[in-house]
């Protein structure tokens, strides 16, 4: 969409049977400003307000859900720490206080023992053996209330995984084949297999510290640096923003163009189709059809779970975007560009805008989040997916999660929230109220107390690239930009 896109005019009023339009010679009074009601009588406004009370409800009890939910956030954290004590080996000794801190170990074994005092969610057997070596590592006892005996952790783990427990308990001497038999079904780069390596009494080079450090370096930089360094970036830019809007050099936005519906009818699509259609009615009817069609195509778990996330998404899509395709057929002449503005070449136009707000939404979404943080320290509720990615070592599944996240989510998303909601709002109520109610309801959607604010700020971004663009393609690249590097961080975390 380019400036010479026209704003949506004013709805018309009809003629009266039998009375004459007006004439030249009449004088023309200003056209009232669109009511956001229109619409509201008879059985579609009616309909509209029960599936708003409906999905308001089926939102309250979501967010009030997600509460019980355990957040992903403490996991990645103590992700980063066992790959900081594997990377640390490879670290030139100037820059490992820098990148992991004087004592990575010692950071870790206080993490894993407040984990372990924490009864709403108890460590993993993999992390009480974590802890269990690392204070042997250190010169602690190993046997204390939250580092049980190796032989208490036995019946925790499964069968290809005991044998190591066992060696440890009672050291004899392996040989190199051994040992690694002994590591090999704890993952080849997990703490586990390093700190068991080291007090099998292996070579030092056999250990996964020695023989994977170049990855585990690289790892370790793209997690750290790689974020820093796009930090500083968005905070160089946010500064030249507000540099140039306080002198008034920021160019003006373009007409915000959109489908030509009403408050009721994108209530309706929201309410209706995208919650209790695409979120309750239809899962209901297809949930149990699909994990029948999975385990019957024989799919190992990993890779089922995975293809059932890409196909309950793609149900999920199915009835709100057929209702706006029939909200949206047979409406006068679209304009240039159509009525969801998608503009998606030249291709330079929609990433360079989106790259430069990604950059800046980074410091603010990080800013809200700490200061969140200081306030509500374990809000919990985190998206189930981030658990499935971080946890996940199947190809197949990872390919079905990053296709969903990073592709079929920012399309759908932004092309209601972005595409018909923030462009019918700012119809009738101005763009900045429908930039900040959009942002809102997007929040919102997502299910999560915990992220509800950082949701919105990053909403806010959305929508204000879209309405300064004029295009749709810029918020959906900058929303597959956010989820594309969370899905990799989360990809680097995972064992």
């Not at 427990?165 to 002994?182: I, V």
């Not at 507000?242 to 309706?268: K, M, N």
Request: hydrophobic residues 50%; positive net charge; glycine residues 8%.
């Amino acid at each position: 969409m380019g400036p010479e896109s026209q704003p949506f005019p004013p709805p018309q009023q009809d003629l009266v049977a039998g009375q004459a339009p007006p004439t030249s010679t009449l004088t023309e009074q200003p056209a009232k400003p669109p009511s956001p009601w229109e619409g509201a009588r008879g059985w579609k406004g009616l309909l509209s307000v029960l599936a708003l009370m409906l999905s308001a409800l089926i939102w309250i009890g979501g967010l009030g859900e997600s509460l019980s939910r355990p957040s992903v956030v403490n996991a990645l954290d103590i992700r980063q720490m066992e790959l900081a004590v594997l990377a640390a080996e490879a670290l030139p000794s100037s820059l490992r206080p820098l990148l992991v801190g004087n004592d990575p170990r010692g950071t870790l074994i206080e993490a894993l023992t407040k984990l372990s005092k924490d009864p709403a969610s108890p460590p993993l057997a993999a992390q009480r053996l974590e802890l269990v070596l690392l204070q042997r590592s250190q010169g602690e006892k190993a046997k204390s209330p939250q580092a049980p005996a190796l032989a208490e952790l036995t019946p925790q783990v499964d069968a290809p995984r005991r044998p190591l427990l066992k060696a440890l308990d009672r050291p004899t001497q392996l040989t190199p084949q051994e040992q690694e038999a002994l590591l090999a079904p704890w993952g080849e780069q997990s703490l586990v297999a390093q700190l068991g390596c080291e007090q099998l009494g292996g070579p030092s080079n056999a250990c996964p510290a020695s023989r994977l450090a170049p990855w585990l370096l690289l790892r370790l930089l793209t997690l750290t640096l790689f974020p820093a360094l796009l930090m500083m970036a968005g905070v160089v830019l946010l500064g030249r923003r507000f540099w140039l809007l306080q002198r008034g050099l920021l160019p003006s936005p373009p007409p915000l163009v959109g489908p030509p519906l009403s408050v009721v009818d994108a209530t309706l699509l929201i309410a209706g189709g995208f919650v209790l259609l695409g979120e309750v009615f239809l899962p209901a009817l297809t949930q149990g059809l699909l994990q029948r069609l999975l385990s019957a195509a024989g799919l190992p778990a990993a890779t089922r779970q995975g293809v059932e996330v890409l196909g309950s998404y793609l149900t999920l899509m199915l009835a709100p975007l057929a209702i706006l395709a029939l909200m949206l057929r047979g409406k006068t002449a679209a304009p240039r560009g159509g009525w969801l503005q998608w503009g998606w070449k030249p291709l330079r136009a929609v990433a360079v805008p989106a790259f430069k707000v990604f950059l800046m939404m980074l410091p603010l979404v990080a800013l809200v989040s700490w200061l969140l943080q200081l306030v509500w320290a374990d809000p919990g509720g985190s998206n189930p997916l981030l658990e499935m990615v971080l946890n996940s070592s199947d190809g197949a599944a990872l390919l079905a999660f990053a296709l969903t996240a990073v592709v079929l989510a920012p399309v759908f998303e932004e092309t209601l929230f972005r595409g018909v909601l923030l462009p019918v709002l700012g119809r009738y109520l101005g763009p900045i109220v429908g930039v900040l109610v959009s942002a809102l309801v997007f929040a919102t959607a997502h299910l999560s107390l915990g992220e509800l604010v950082p949701l919105t700020v990053l909403g806010i971004g959305l929508g204000v690239l879209r309405w300064q663009s004029g295009r749709l393609s810029t918020s959906v690249c900058l929303h597959a930009l956010w989820n594309s590097l969370t899905f990799l961080n989360l990809v680097l975390l995972a064992r």
